[in-house]
T-cell receptor
Framework: DQQVKQNSPSLSVQEGRISILNCDYTNSMFDYFLWYKKYPAEGPTFLIS?????DKNEDGRFTVFLNKSAKHLSLHIVPSQPGDSAVYFC????????????FGAGTQVVVTP | EPEVTQTPSHQVTQMGQEVILRCVPISNHLYFYWYRQILGQKVEFLVSFYNNEISEKSEIFDDQFSVERPDGSNFTLKIRSTKLEDSAMYFCASSEREGRDSNQPQHFGDGTRLSIL
């Protein structure tokens, strides 16, 4: 199942700089998108989401951008902090589902001092 | 902050045996889910449950799997006859409303690692 793709398995960024994580999707039925963060030995934790009727949503240091025509979304973290080091998952929900999350493979972010 | 709790954290079972994974969702949540992550692979949806019924299930969720909410607090996943390929981390999640409500996203437990020998 490659409907949600995160092509970068890892990202290293300096503390204080911007982290940009990318996600592509192939299914035009997706109408809601989410980002989750996961630390080792813990479950995923919700970060931020966006509906397909919007192109940007911001919450503190986290901003998600959606480009529907390109079937692409990105997560910006500014400024990056050491505690942001984790695996970040992009997820999507189809319009005919109310709760089935379809996840990407994840991007491991390492924030260095 | 309320949490989804899962027990046990690690379950080791012989192939062919039945296993029950337990979850206590957040108390005011009405929607319940199971996901799994095989080592090195994506997190995959298994099933969603609302109003004492399965709402959606994936092709993975075959006749060997079942879910139940036996009382007002627990939500269980049963695998009747385990196979080697069932070895994975199993995550329970719950939400107060359906999945598009950003104020009420799915909250995940820390998972049960299931190892089939």
């Amino acid at each position: 199942d490659q409907q949600v793709k995160q092509n970068s398995p890892s990202l290293s960024v300096q503390e204080g700089r911007i982290s940009i994580l990318n996600c592509d999707y192939t299914n035009s039925m997706f109408d809601y998108f989410l980002w989750y963060k996961k630390y080792p030995a813990e479950g995923p934790t919700f970060l931020i989401s966006i509906s397909s009727i919007k192109d940007k949503n911001e919450d503190g240091r986290f901003t998600v951008f959606l480009n529907k025509s390109a079937k692409h979304l990105s997560l910006h973290i500014v400024p990056s902090q050491p505690g942001d080091s984790a695996v970040y998952f992009c997820a999507a929900i189809r319009g005919d589902s109310w709760g089935k999350l379809q996840f990407g493979a994840g991007t491991q972010v390492v924030v260095t001092p | 902050e309320p949490e989804v709790t899962q027990t046990p954290s690690h379950q080791v079972t012989q192939m062919g045996q039945e296993v029950i994974l337990r979850c206590v969702p957040i108390s005011n949540h009405l929607y319940f889910y199971w996901y799994r992550q095989i080592l090195g692979q994506k997190v995959e949806f298994l099933v969603s449950f609302y109003n004492n019924e399965i709402s959606e299930k994936s092709e993975i969720f075959d006749d060997q799997f079942s879910v139940e909410r036996p009382d007002g607090s627990n939500f269980t996943l049963k695998i009747r006859s385990t196979k080697l390929e069932d070895s994975a981390m199993y995550f329970c999640a719950s939400s107060e409303r359906e999945g598009r409500d950003s104020n009420q996203p799915q909250h995940f437990g820390d998972g049960t690692r299931l190892s089939i020998l």
